[in-house]
């Protein structure tokens, strides 16, 4: 099992999550991060860290959330490696919960 970043992510980029990671596993987008599955060992640090509570186990993610376990793992081969938490959004807190986000999505 792994853990998936979903839409809610997208255009908060809360990095809360980067901190606890203890296998570098988040990658950064330019508007959204991402979980490399072949890096996540499942340790849970992260999910409750999330501030948008964008991040679930591959398998309780949202029906219509799926596609984002695929994203995940695309986009965590193609955007670097985060590890610390950087700058947040100025209107992260503006985006926090808005649905449909997929198509702000910044590749």
Not at 78 to 95: H, K, L, N, Q, S
């Amino acid at each position: 099992m792994t853990f998936v970043v979903t839409e809610n992510c997208i255009k908060c980029k809360y990095m809360d999550c980067v901190e606890v990671c203890p296998v570098d596993c988040f990658h950064e987008g330019p508007n959204m991060l991402v979980i490399d599955p072949e890096e996540c060992i499942d340790c849970t640090l992260c999910e409750p860290e999330c501030p948008s509570e964008a991040i679930y186990a591959d398998d309780e993610v949202p029906e219509d959330q799926q596609e984002f376990i695929k994203l995940n793992e695309e986009l965590s081969q193609d955007w670097p490696v985060i590890t610390e938490i950087g700058d947040v959004p100025a209107d992260a807190d503006d985006w926090k919960d808005k649905p449909n986000k997929k198509e702000l999505l910044e590749r």
